[in-house]
């Protein structure tokens, strides 16, 4: 299976900055998912990272609050934008090859918002 | 839409008792199925998955969950628990919407375990 790199593992950040994370795969994926998962809670798909497209974001997320990028098939960054803390969360790259191939998960980013 | 819905929020059971969590979704077509656990502050791991076929599949650690289409359930069953085996677990359903390939997830339950 992939093995997912994701940086920076945690971070304390100030509201009204920004943060970009980065998710590298060691191999080249078809698939690449953002999601956010907040305390004690679900998985929330944020959107899905197409490879030199914009991305295809879910209900309730826009690309002005996290643009995301995929120049290649084995990187793509989540950018979190004018963060208040609300965008306190883990946020979890995921990968896979097709629909029937299981999600693998980086071990995600710990966002504190102060 | 597709949905996937997890009824047991938290479920506690004793070492050695059996043990069984539901899941049930929502989507037109066959639904490709997975189960996932994610220890205390660990990452996701996969416990297994349905695409076809067999029904009844096995996993890792000694979970097995079998598809029901009548009832559009997936349950997870194990038929004796470890203490390891507290954790969070989630289903999830594989599903093609708006031209992409998207998995969605269930709100999770929440196992522990007594000894």
């Known amino acids: 299976s992939a093995v997912i790199s994701q940086k920076p593992s945690r971070d304390i950040c100030q509201r009204g900055t920004s943060l970009t994370i980065q998710c590298q795969v060691d191999?080249?994926?078809?698939?690449m998912f953002w999601y956010r998962q907040q305390p004690g809670q679900s998985l929330t798909l944020i959107a899905t990272?197409?490879?030199?497209?914009?991305?295809?974001?879910e209900s309730g997320f826009v690309i002005d609050k996290f643009p995301i990028s995929r120049p290649n098939l084995t990187f793509s960054t989540l950018t979190v934008s004018n963060m208040s803390p609300e965008d306190s969360s883990i946020y979890l790259c995921?990968?896979?090859?097709?629909?029937?191939?299981?999600?693998?998960f980086g071990n995600g980013t710990r966002l504190t918002v102060t | 839409a597709q949905s996937v819905t997890q009824p047991d929020i938290h479920i506690t059971v004793s070492e050695g008792a059996s043990l069984e969590l539901r899941c049930n979704y929502s989507?037109?077509?066959?639904?490709?199925l997975f189960w996932y656990v994610q220890s205390p502050g660990q990452g996701l791991q996969l416990l297994l998955k349905?695409?076809?076929?067999?029904?009844l599949v096995q996993g890792i650690k000694g979970f097995e969950a079998e598809f029901k289409r009548s009832q559009s359930s997936f349950n997870l069953r194990k038929p004796s628990v470890h203490w390891s085996d507290a954790a969070e677990y989630f289903c999830?359903?594989?599903?093609?919407?708006?031209?992409?390939?998207?998995?969605?997830f269930g709100t999770g339950t929440r196992l522990k375990v007594l000894a």
């Open positions: 989507y037109g077509a066959t639904p490709y």
């Open positions: 349905y695409f076809s076929g067999d029904t």
């Open positions: 995921s990968v896979g090859d097709s629909l029937n191939s299981p999600l693998h």
């Open positions: 990272a197409n490879q030199g497209s914009e991305a295809t974001y």
């Open positions: 191999s080249q994926v078809t698939m």
């Open positions: 999830a359903v594989g599903a093609l919407g708006s031209g992409t390939y998207k998995y969605i």
